[in-house]
T-cell receptor, first 117, second 113 residues
Framework: GAVVSQHPSWVICKSGTSVKIECRSLDFQATTMFWYRQFPKQSLMLMATSNEGSKATYEQGVEKDKFLINHASLTLSTLTVTSAHPEDSSFYIC?????????????FGNGTRLTVT | DQQVKQNSPSLSVQEGRISILNCDYTNSMFDYFLWYKKYPAEGPTFLISISSIKDKNEDGRFTVFLNKSAKHLSLHIVPSQPGDSAVYFCAARPTGANSKLTFGKGITLSVRP
């Protein structure tokens, strides 16, 4: 089945620094990828939709200048958390679907645990 | 405004018995529904889906039932196994393959040996 790879799986950074998270579709091309965030015991909240070759679409309340998304190729999207603060500590998960198949489900990466100290 | 609701936060069942996980939704535009299983510190894994033109979809031990008039769906796991212990998320989206997927809060299933 479709595989989505996310890297790194965890990262600890200091306040004020930036962190880049990569999301790759390994065996299919993804014109659209989705970035989610999950706080403890909460649901997965969609942050933004990443579109290959164009600007990302952000959900209400998500700061586009803080969470920079780049989708430079059909297999890679990156999320950069800029000037990270402790409240950005969360579990970030990317997802993509194989557009060759109608109604194919979203497949998720294994997530990135970000801890900002 | 929670459009996908999983009202029970947890469920515990005996190994070999049936697990029934419930999900309700409010958005009548939703027409494709999915269940995901998630272990701690991992991304969700797709389990099974159903489109609104069906009322049942079965895949091995997993069956999803959809009641459109009640805006309710359920996931049945039978027989339940200890390895099924995880958090299960119900998700839904409207028409359009790249339309946004909305998740419920999840339910933690524990299967006792």
């Amino acid at each position: 089945g479709a595989v989505v790879s996310q890297h790194p799986s965890w990262v600890i950074c200091k306040s004020g620094t930036s962190v880049k998270i990569e999301c790759r579709s390994l065996d299919f091309q993804a014109t659209t990828m989705f970035w989610y965030r999950q706080f403890p015991k909460q649901s997965l909240m969609l942050m933004a939709t990443s579109n290959e070759g164009s600007k990302a679409t952000y959900e209400q309340g998500v700061e586009k200048d803080k969470f920079l998304i780049n989708h430079a190729s059909l297999t890679l999207s990156t999320l950069t958390v800029t000037s990270a603060h402790p409240e950005d500590s969360s579990f970030y998960i990317c997802s993509a679907r194989d557009g060759r198949f109608y109604n194919s489900p979203l497949h998720f990466g294994n997530g990135t645990r970000l801890t900002v100290t | 405004d929670q459009q996908v609701k999983q009202n029970s936060p947890s469920l515990s069942v005996q190994e070999g018995r049936i697990s029934i996980l419930n999900c309700d939704y409010t958005n009548s535009m939703f027409d494709y529904f999915l269940w995901y299983k998630k272990y701690p510190a991992e991304g969700p894994t797709f389990l099974i889906s159903i489109s609104s033109i069906k009322d049942k979809n079965e895949d091995g031990r997993f069956t999803v039932f959809l009641n459109k008039s009640a805006k309710h769906l359920s996931l049945h796991i039978v027989p339940s196994q200890p390895g099924d212990s995880a958090v299960y998320f119900c998700a839904a989206r409207p028409t359009g393959a790249n339309s946004k997927l909305t998740f419920g809060k999840g339910i933690t299933l524990s299967v006792r040996p």
